[in-house]
């Protein structure tokens, strides 16, 4: 079987580790921790890193550090993981849902904009912050996100989970554009390093900020809200969402190779595009001009002619020896939110769409060029067969 993605571990990694492990410091102390922090921080362009135990409480850390009131809302994408939708509603929240940009899978911009303004007509006052998830390893097109956060004073917490190494070049349209790295475009930003991350700890995430209140929130919650003062009188409830000494040796290992991992991705990217171009009736991963996206997974989208869905294409492939992953569902259609009466009767029909017929190929750093050519050809034998 082709896995959908396996981590590549380096003798960089496995020497951190030793040195942890020799030396005991194998908690949530130690060199690695303020070291990858500093690092991340600093390739992101952010002053500042807080590393926590995974992505989805960094998203919980950096939405508790925007502050919201019971009733405050947040427009997300309707199509991303529930981390994001969870964020919000346990810091007292409502999501505001918007659908999907049909070619990059990402946040429809126009729909933000709408949803902005008609929120600003009801003056309610209520509208806090947007939070953009840029999907798949292809940023948001950040610029009208930026100019209505800057215009009507919302907050920006960007959700860079998926794309380690992105760019996003600002101020396309002004005399002096500048390629930004994604997780350095919002208020506040979290990436995942989960197994599956093109960099990962195993388990673990970070925030980043460049306000360094937000940045001592951000520490105080990762640890209890311990007091440097006072170790244990507490004026603040907190979690234990630390990430150890472990996880950042491995994640700094990894970090000293990034550029090489990007590459690797962006080959990937290429090579399936190349040798699924042809193919009508599947939709490819676009890369736009203000974007360079680091193909985190390579999705596609069956047309509804081939008379799959995402999950029936899915098993004829693994019974060919390709393991995938579906797309996500999107959060209008999740169960638990519809049973607390959220997103009633909202239809985003892009996301259904990609939801039911998305899914995406072997995209791990251990994909060889010849697997690559054989899921390729499996995709097209598939597709042939069922004509
Ligand atoms: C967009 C996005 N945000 C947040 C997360 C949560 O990260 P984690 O799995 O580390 O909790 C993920 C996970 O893959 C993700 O894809």
């Known amino acids: 079987m082709i896995p959908v993605s396996e981590p590549l571990i380096g003798s960089r990694e496995i020497e951190y580790v030793n ?170 930003s979290v990436f995942s390093f989960y197994a599956n991350k093109l960099i990962t700890t195993g388990e673990g995430g970070m925030v980043l900020t460049n306000d360094p209140v937000c940045a001592d929130k951000a520490r105080s919650l990762r640890n209890l809200c311990f007091r440097p003062e006072q170790r244990f009188l507490h004026t603040d409830l907190g979690y234990n969402f630390r990430m150890t000494n472990l996880q950042a040796a491995i994640g700094l290992g990894q970090l000293e190779r990034l550029q090489e991992i990007i590459d690797k991705k962006r080959w990937m990217g290429k090579a399936y595009t190349e040798r699924l171009r042809g193919i009508q009736c599947l939709q490819l991963p676009v890369e736009q001009s203000w974007a360079k996206s680091v193909y985190w997974m390579y999705g596609i989208v069956l047309d509804e002619s081939t008379g799959f869905d995402a999950v029936q294409f899915a098993l004829k492939l693994k019974e060919k020896g390709v393991e995938t992953r579906p797309f996500f569902l999107g959060m209008h259609e999740q169960p638990i939110f519809q049973k607390m009466g959220l997103f009633h009767n909202e239809k985003y029909p892009v996301t259904e769409r990609i939801a039911r017929q998305g899914l995406y190929l072997p995209s791990g750093l251990t994909l060889t060029e010849k697997q690559l050519s054989h899921v390729c050809d499996t995709v097209k034998n598939v597709l042939d067969d069922a004509r």
């Open 19 to 188: 040195e942890c492990l020799q030396t005991g410091w194998i908690s949530s102390a130690g060199r690695f921790i303020e070291e990858f922090e500093s690092r991340w921080a600093e390739y992101c362009g952010v002053k500042y890193g807080v590393a926590v135990a995974n992505g989805t409480v960094a998203l919980q850390v950096a939405v508790e550090c925007i502050g919201l009131s019971p009733g405050d809302k947040v427009i997300m994408p309707a199509f991303t993981i529930i981390s994001c939708a969870q964020a919000i509603i346990r810091s007292g929240g409502i999501p505001l849902l918007v659908d999907s940009d049909p070619r990059t899978w990402c946040m429809d911009v126009k729909q933000v904009r709408e949803k902005v303004e008609a929120e600003m007509k009801s003056g309610d006052g209520k509208l806090k912050a947007i939070m953009p998830v840029h999907i798949y390893g292809h940023p948001v097109d950040m610029d009208p996100i930026l100019e209505l956060a800057e215009k009507y004073d919302l907050k920006i917490i960007e959700d860079a989970a998926e794309v380690h190494g992105a760019e996003y070049l600002t101020g396309r349209n002004t005399p002096t554009p500048l390629w930004k790295k994604c997780g350095g475009l919002g208020h506040i």
